[in-house]
């Protein structure tokens, strides 16, 4: 079965780091952008950050610049995540481009943009 899988969440305090890592069975990332989003308790989906099939990336959410980093290795899609703080906190999902130019960034939260989403990893940071 085709699936996106996200992994490395967990209970961290202010300041902490996290890597959390998205992978896939059935098909590559290789060729697709793929978009990490997040979604706190009670609000909208967010789009957070973008890599592209080349490595360009796009930073979506203001409050992630500088503190989030997304990159690729081996076929698998990384975020590392570092001073973490209370806000972050949030199921994180990947995503990979389902409509044209599918090799391009996006944060459409449209779910008819995306040909895989993964299940979600838990991020809570708390004191």
């Known amino acids: 079965q085709v699936q996106i899988v996200e992994s490395g969440g967990g209970l961290v305090q202010p300041g902490g780091s996290l890597r959390l890592s998205c992978a896939a069975s059935?098909?590559?990332?290789?060729?697709?952008?793929i978009t990490w989003f997040r979604q706190a308790p009670g609000k909208e989906r967010e789009g957070v950050v973008c890599?592209?099939?080349?490595?360009?990336i796009k930073e979506y959410a203001d409050s992630v610049k500088g503190r989030f980093t997304i990159f690729r290795d081996y076929g698998t899609v990384y975020l590392q995540i570092n001073n973490l703080k209370p806000e972050d906190t949030g199921v994180y999902y990947c995503?990979?481009?389902?409509?044209?130019?599918?090799?391009?960034?996006?944060?459409?939260?449209?779910?008819?943009?995306?040909?895989?989403w993964g299940q979600g990893t838990q991020v809570t940071v708390s004191p």
């Open positions: 890599i592209n099939t080349v490595g360009v």
């Open positions: 995503a990979t481009r389902g409509s044209e130019p599918r090799t391009l960034c996006t944060d459409d939260p449209r779910e008819g943009h995306y040909k895989s």
């Open positions: 059935g098909f590559t990332l290789d060729y697709y952008s």
